[in-house]
């Protein structure tokens, strides 16, 4: 997939979808109501099957969240995740683990 980037024009390939456009554009896939809103003249457009060579505007959004990850999930975006589960203490009993997120 080529990059959707924000205030230009992005053309539709096969197998993509609205919410991967505005998880990679914004960092937040739930932003793909503003780009829908935003393209909503494109005669035929539907979201839920993006024909691919559908030339789509991305728009520059009234609010990005900080580079801090305050206000949304943008530095995220595009890292990979693993979960690992570490006991806190001695387990004394078998299903008392605790999760936490660790960056591969």
């Known amino acids: 997939m080529?990059?959707?980037t924000i205030g230009q024009p992005y053309t539709v390939q096969p197998g993509d979808t609205?919410?991967?456009l505005a998880f990679v554009a914004y960092g937040d896939a739930r932003r793909y109501v503003e780009l829908l809103e935003h393209n909503r003249a494109i005669p035929g457009l539907n979201p839920a099957?993006?024909?691919p060579g559908t030339v789509l505007d991305i728009p520059r959004p009234d609010?990005?969240?900080m580079p801090s990850g305050i206000g949304g999930m943008r530095t995220s975006a595009g890292r990979t995740f693993k979960v690992e589960a570490r006991p806190v203490q001695p387990i004394t009993a078998p299903d008392?683990?605790?999760?936490?997120l660790v960056r591969k």
Do not use: K, N
């Open 63 to 65: 609010y990005l969240p």
């Open 2 to 4: 080529s990059t959707p």
């Open 96 to 100: 008392l683990v605790t999760l936490r």
């Open 18 to 20: 609205i919410t991967e």
């Open 49 to 51: 099957r993006l024909a």
